[in-house]
């Protein structure tokens, strides 16, 4: 009898080892989270872009809102320039992801993108407390995605869900509670979790950052603070900050957008790649910058403000840094004037460095920004059109091929309005003793 009952025990072990070796993501201790158990992470591993990738923003609504999609695009351009990545954006309102799956090989994989990103399971866990018969569905869908990308040589990051703030009215399906909803969709992005450490693709995890953020923001700010949008379901700036953010740490970009280093003893200066010094003496320095730092103004505490979402996690710390350096600083520390703005620094803050883009909301940079960015949002808008309405309308019904030829042939000045905007810029550093 000892043999059957020690090959039970061993039995017992094998099946419940596996159960005791998960790993979660470390959760805040208010018990509001206490429902929640969201798999580890996988880790990014180096920079996942290549350079002249061409990527491809798949999702729903959200996506289609052209927000989150606009942040990365826009920072790809003008921040890591040496890429020179291309993007599209896909985004289709009420889309799940066989809706997805039906249309990519005629809306996306005919442009041959290199890099995809993935955003879907709001529509997919139907607005209901978890069933498994919908994460099935979305198993099944999502890994056949991945597949048919993998098959075309596309590098993929399957991204999770954001979160609903609260019921979303509109959907008649819809069922239980805001905290049923969010439980759901923790299930659905550890099913994206599952499959891109299967796969061997990258994840952006968008849930967490926005569970753990939305709820911090309503202690900060309010609870008319809304991470998941004044609809519960689509968010605005500060939300779709979070977004973007969570897409392009998975991409493995390290932040680092130049480095300006001053010497206060002799006048010297010099600067990383990307800027060139035009000249330099004692407490001051002119640079010309074929890389900008994302510039971000509004509010911090409303959110429909990108500055708001910056406040909420480390996009300035991680994606963002624009360092100025200063050796041999005065013991009394310094006074920086960036454009029309100025700050005072100690000077152990300036010989460790200092972050502009953080701390210059308004800077040389913003108005060239600003045209880069009107630019990118001008053509996007174009390319919902272009798959929405013109891909799928009696036009592309007709004659597909055509209709790609010559919708191609509208799109192309918008890409190189983008390109157009994107100058070098000249500006100047003043450095003055307190």
């Known amino acids: 009898m000892k043999k059957p009952i020690l090959s039970l025990l061993i039995l017992v072990v094998v099946s419940v080892s596996p159960l005791l070796a998960l790993e979660y993501e470390p959760l805040p201790a208010d018990p509001y989270f206490a429902a929640y158990r969201p798999l580890k992470a996988p880790p990014v591993e180096g920079l996942l872009l290549k350079p002249g990738d061409r990527l491809a923003i798949c999702g729903d609504s959200i996506t289609e809102q052209k927000m989150y999609s606009r942040i990365m695009e826009t920072y790809l351009t003008v921040c890591v320039p040496q890429l020179e990545v291309t993007v599209r954006q896909f985004g289709w309102s009420g889309e799940k992801a066989p809706g997805f799956l039906a249309r990519m090989a005629n809306d996306v994989l005919r442009f041959d993108p290199t890099i995809a990103t993935t955003c879907y399971a709001m529509n997919d866990h139907n607005y209901q407390p978890y069933k498994e018969e919908f994460g099935q569905v979305y198993r099944d869908a999502s890994l056949a995605i991945i597949r048919s990308f993998k098959d075309r040589g596309v590098r993929v990051i399957q991204g999770s869900a954001g979160t609903v703030g609260k019921m979303p009215s509109w959907v008649q399906r819809a069922q239980g509670t805001v905290d049923d909803l969010n439980q759901s969709l923790s299930e659905f992005r550890n099913i994206d979790v599952r499959l891109a450490e299967q796969e061997q693709v990258g994840f952006a995890d968008v849930f967490v950052p926005m569970l753990v953020q939305g709820f911090e923001a309503k202690r900060r700010y309010g609870d008319g603070y809304m991470i998941a949008g004044k609809d519960g379901v689509h968010p605005g700036w500060a939300g779709h900050l979070l977004m973007a953010y969570a897409f392009l740490k998975a991409m ?183």
Not at 267 to 290: F, K, M, N
Not at 306 to 322: A, H, K, P, Y
């Open 252 to 434: 493995g970009l390290d932040g680092q957008i130049g480095t300006i280093t001053v010497d206060m003893a002799n006048g010297q200066a010099t600067a990383s790649e990307g800027h060139r010094v035009l000249s330099a003496e004692a407490g001051r320095v002119e640079v010309e910058s074929s890389r900008y730092p994302y510039c971000a103004t509004g509010p911090a505490d409303v959110d429909s403000s990108i500055r708001s979402g910056m406040t909420l996690v480390s996009f300035n710390e991680d994606l963002n840094r624009f360092t100025l350096i200063v050796g041999n600083p005065p013991a009394g520390g310094c006074r920086i004037t960036w454009g029309e703005a100025s700050k005072s620094y100690t000077a152990a803050q300036l010989k460790a460095g200092v972050n502009l883009a953080a701390d210059f909301e308004i800077n040389p940079f913003s108005e060239a920004f600003h045209r880069v960015d009107e630019a990118v949002a001008a053509k996007q808008a174009y390319e919902t059109r272009q798959v929405k309405t013109l891909f799928h309308g009696p036009e592309g019904r007709a004659d597909m091929d055509m209709t790609a030829a010559l919708t191609e042939k509208t799109r192309v000045p918008l890409v190189e309005a983008v390109a157009t905007a994107f100058v070098p810029v000249r500006h100047t550093i003043r450095i003055e003793a307190r």
